[in-house]
C-alpha cells in the first residue's frame, strides 16, 4: 500500500512538472514568438530611414529629414552615414541594400582630402565603421580604406605628451586644437588596436594606448579624471568629472581594451579607476542611484544631473559584472525616459527638472537595455526596450525618416538624423529583440559607436 502510495505521488509530480515546465515552455515561446515580431518592426523602420536616406542624400554624409536635403559635415563628403551604416545593413541581413552601400564606398569613398576633421568621431564612426564591416564580409578594399584613414590620423599623437589634438588635416596632417577631454584622448584603442592587429602595424596599437595610458596617468589623487586637458602641457583646465559626454567613453575603453585584447594594463587601469567613479559621482535621492558631477582633486558633489549620454553605464556595469548596481541606475535611465515618453538630454535628477530640453535619437538607454537582456534574460527589458521603440516611432517617424526633438515637452522637431542612429539606436533595439545566433555576443566587443569588432590573436 506504501509503495502504491509512493508510485500515485511520484506520478503526481511528474504531472505536474510537467504542467510548470510545458507552461514555462510555452511562455518562452510565446516570448520568443513577439520578440520576432519586434525585431521585424524594428527592421522596417529602419529601412524606413535608410530608404529615405537613399532617396534624398545618397552619397552625402547625412539626411536632414525635415527638409529633405543632404548634409556634409566638412562640406564635401565622407559617406559617413553608409560607413556608420554597413553592418547594421548586415546584420539585418539588407543584402541588396548592403551590397550597394559597399559599391558606393569602396568606389567613392577618399580619405585625400585637404580638410581638418575631428580624430574622435572619425575614428569611431570611420574607423570603427570600416573594421567592423571589413570583418563581417571580408572585403579587403574595406581594410584598405581603414588603413589609409588610420594612416593620415596619426600626426594628431604628435604633441608633447603624446595625448591626440582634436583635428587633423586629412591631406597635409596638420593638427589643431590643445584643448580636449578624456573620451577623445581615450576612446581610440578599440579601433586603432584592431586595425594594426589586422594589418600588423604596431604603430597604431603603441600611438592609441600611450594616449589612453597618459590620460589615466593624469588622474587625480582620488582617482577621477576632468572634463577638460591641454594636449600641450598635460595639465587639466577644468576638474569637473563625471560619466557623460566629453569623458564617457574613456571609461567604456578602459574595460573593453582589456575584453577585446587581453591587454593587462587596461585591466589594471579600469580595477584602478571604477571605484572613485562609484564612491564619488554615485548618488543616492529617493531611494534611487543616480551619477553626478564632482571635484576630481576632493571629491565633492557638485551638480546632479544626468542624461542621454550618462545612460550608457549600466551596460559597462553590467558588461563587468555589477548587476546590482546597473539595474538600479537602469531604473533611473527609464524614470528619466517616462517623464515626457521620451528623454531629455540632460535632467537634474534631484529636482526632476529638465535641463537641456532637446532629443538628438541617443542610443545610451537603449544599447544598456539590450546588455541587462543579454546577461540576465530579465523579460522585463524587452517589454521596455518596445516601450522605448513605440516612443520612439511615435515622436520622431517622419515622412523623410527619423529626425531629432527640439523640445521633448512640446514634440517640436529638429532637422537632424546623426549617422550614430542608423549605426546604434537601430542597431541595439535590432539586437535586443533578434534571435541570439544574430550575432555571437561572446565573439565582439563593440566599440562606442556600436561597431561590432571580432577577437582577433
Given at each position: 500500500?506504501?509503495?502504491?502510495?509512493?508510485?500515485?505521488?511520484?506520478?503526481?509530480?511528474?504531472?505536474?512538472?510537467?504542467?510548470?515546465?510545458?507552461?514555462?515552455?510555452?511562455?518562452?515561446?510565446?516570448?520568443?514568438?513577439?520578440?520576432?515580431?519586434?525585431?521585424?518592426?524594428?527592421?522596417?523602420?529602419?529601412?524606413?530611414?535608410?530608404?529615405?536616406?537613399?532617396?534624398?542624400?545618397?552619397?552625402?554624409?547625412?539626411?536632414?529629414?525635415?527638409?529633405?536635403?543632404?548634409?556634409?559635415?566638412?562640406?564635401?563628403?565622407?559617406?559617413?552615414?553608409?560607413?556608420?551604416?554597413?553592418?547594421?545593413?548586415?546584420?539585418?541581413?539588407?543584402?541588396?541594400?548592403?551590397?550597394?552601400?559597399?559599391?558606393?564606398?569602396?568606389?567613392?569613398?577618399?580619405?585625400?582630402?585637404?580638410?581638418?576633421?575631428?580624430?574622435?568621431?572619425?575614428?569611431?564612426?570611420?574607423?570603427?565603421?570600416?573594421?567592423?564591416?571589413?570583418?563581417?564580409?571580408?572585403?579587403?578594399?574595406?581594410?584598405?580604406?581603414?588603413?589609409?584613414?588610420?594612416?593620415?590620423?596619426?600626426?594628431?599623437?604628435?604633441?608633447?605628451?603624446?595625448?591626440?589634438?582634436?583635428?587633423?588635416?586629412?591631406?597635409?596632417?596638420?593638427?589643431?586644437?590643445?584643448?580636449?577631454?578624456?573620451?577623445?584622448?581615450?576612446?581610440?584603442?578599440?579601433?586603432?588596436?584592431?586595425?594594426?592587429?589586422?594589418?600588423?602595424?604596431?604603430?597604431?596599437?603603441?600611438?592609441?594606448?600611450?594616449?589612453?595610458?597618459?590620460?589615466?596617468?593624469?588622474?587625480?589623487?582620488?582617482?577621477?579624471?576632468?572634463?577638460t586637458i591641454n594636449v600641450e602641457t598635460g595639465g587639466w583646465m577644468d576638474a569637473d568629472s563625471h560619466i557623460s559626454g566629453g569623458i564617457d567613453s574613456y571609461y567604456e575603453y578602459l574595460w573593453k581594451c582589456w575584453l577585446l585584447f587581453g591587454d593587462k594594463d587596461c585591466q589594471k587601469m579600469w580595477h584602478a579607476s571604477i571605484p572613485?567613479?562609484?564612491?564619488?559621482?554615485?548618488?543616492?535621492?529617493?531611494?534611487?542611484?543616480?551619477?553626478?558631477?564632482?571635484?576630481?582633486?576632493?571629491?565633492?558633489?557638485?551638480?546632479?544631473?544626468?542624461?542621454?549620454?550618462?545612460?550608457?553605464?549600466?551596460?559597462?556595469?553590467?558588461?563587468?559584472?555589477?548587476?546590482?548596481?546597473?539595474?538600479?541606475?537602469?531604473?533611473?535611465?527609464?524614470?528619466?525616459?517616462?517623464?515626457?515618453?521620451?528623454?531629455?538630454?540632460?535632467?537634474?535628477?534631484?529636482?526632476?527638472?529638465?535641463?537641456?530640453?532637446?532629443?538628438?535619437?541617443?542610443?545610451?538607454?537603449?544599447?544598456?537595455?539590450?546588455?541587462?537582456?543579454?546577461?540576465?534574460?530579465?523579460?522585463?527589458?524587452r517589454k521596455t526596450g518596445e516601450k522605448i521603440f513605440e516612443d520612439f516611432v511615435k515622436y520622431c517617424r517622419v515622412d523623410a525618416g527619423y529626425t531629432a526633438l527640439q523640445d521633448v515637452v512640446t514634440k517640436a522637431k529638429r532637422d537632424e538624423m546623426e549617422s550614430f542612429v542608423l549605426a546604434e539606436t537601430f542597431k541595439y533595439l535590432?539586437?535586443?529583440?533578434?534571435?541570439?545566433?544574430?550575432?555571437?555576443?561572446?565573439?565582439?566587443?563593440?566599440?562606442?559607436?556600436?561597431?561590432?569588432?571580432?577577437?582577433?590573436?
Amino acid at each position: 500500500m506504501l509503495m502504491a502510495c509512493t508510485s500515485l505521488k511520484l506520478a503526481g509530480w511528474v504531472i505536474a512538472a510537467a504542467i510548470v515546465f510545458g507552461s514555462v515552455g510555452c511562455n518562452r515561446s510565446r516570448e520568443d514568438a513577439h520578440a520576432r515580431e519586434v525585431a521585424t518592426r524594428v527592421r522596417t523602420e529602419f529601412l524606413h530611414a535608410w530608404t529615405n536616406y537613399e532617396k534624398y542624400a545618397w552619397g552625402h554624409d547625412a539626411l536632414k529629414p525635415l527638409s529633405k536635403t543632404p548634409q556634409d559635415w566638412y562640406g564635401q563628403s565622407l559617406l559617413m552615414t553608409p560607413v556608420d551604416a554597413l553592418d547594421t545593413l548586415i546584420l539585418m541581413k539588407l543584402d541588396k541594400e548592403a551590397a550597394k552601400a559597399k559599391e558606393l564606398i569602396v568606389k567613392n569613398l577618399s580619405f585625400d582630402r585637404d580638410v581638418y576633421v575631428k580624430n574622435f568621431e572619425i575614428t569611431i564612426r570611420l574607423l570603427g565603421g570600416l573594421l567592423s564591416s571589413y570583418q563581417l564580409t571580408n572585403d579587403k578594399q574595406l581594410l584598405d580604406l581603414a588603413d589609409d584613414l588610420g594612416n593620415r590620423l596619426l600626426a594628431v599623437f604628435n604633441s608633447p605628451t603624446a595625448l591626440p589634438y582634436v583635428y587633423v588635416n586629412l591631406k597635409t596632417g596638420q593638427v589643431r586644437d590643445a584643448k580636449t577631454n578624456p573620451a577623445e584622448t581615450g576612446t581610440l584603442l578599440l579601433e586603432f588596436g584592431t586595425l594594426s592587429k589586422l594589418t600588423g602595424k604596431p604603430i597604431y596599437y603603441e600611438k592609441a594606448k600611450r594616449a589612453l595610458v597618459e590620460t589615466f596617468k593624469r588622474r587625480s589623487s582620488i582617482g577621477l579624471v576632468g572634463s577638460t586637458i591641454n594636449v600641450e602641457t598635460g595639465g587639466w583646465m577644468d576638474a569637473d568629472s563625471h560619466i557623460s559626454g566629453g569623458i564617457d567613453s574613456y571609461y567604456e575603453y578602459l574595460w573593453k581594451c582589456w575584453l577585446l585584447f587581453g591587454d593587462k594594463d587596461c585591466q589594471k587601469m579600469w580595477h584602478a579607476s571604477i571605484p572613485a567613479v562609484n564612491k564619488y559621482l554615485a548618488d543616492e535621492v529617493r531611494g534611487e542611484l543616480w551619477y553626478g558631477h564632482a571635484d576630481m582633486n576632493t571629491g565633492r558633489l557638485t551638480a546632479s544631473q544626468y542624461g542621454a549620454l550618462d545612460a550608457f553605464f549600466p551596460a559597462v556595469l553590467t558588461h563587468s559584472g555589477d548587476v546590482a548596481r546597473a539595474r538600479r541606475l537602469q531604473d533611473s535611465s527609464f524614470k528619466m525616459w517616462n517623464m515626457h515618453g521620451i528623454e531629455p538630454e540632460i535632467i537634474d535628477y534631484k529636482t526632476m527638472q529638465i535641463v537641456y530640453n532637446g532629443y538628438h535619437l541617443r542610443p545610451e538607454i537603449v544599447e544598456s537595455t539590450y546588455y541587462l537582456h543579454h546577461f540576465t534574460h530579465d523579460p522585463r527589458y524587452r517589454k521596455t526596450g518596445e516601450k522605448i521603440f513605440e516612443d520612439f516611432v511615435k515622436y520622431c517617424r517622419v515622412d523623410a525618416g527619423y529626425t531629432a526633438l527640439q523640445d521633448v515637452v512640446t514634440k517640436a522637431k529638429r532637422d537632424e538624423m546623426e549617422s550614430f542612429v542608423l549605426a546604434e539606436t537601430f542597431k541595439y533595439l535590432y539586437l535586443l529583440f533578434a534571435p541570439p545566433d544574430t550575432l555571437d555576443f561572446d565573439k565582439v566587443v563593440f566599440n562606442t559607436e556600436a561597431h561590432p569588432l571580432r577577437r582577433t590573436d
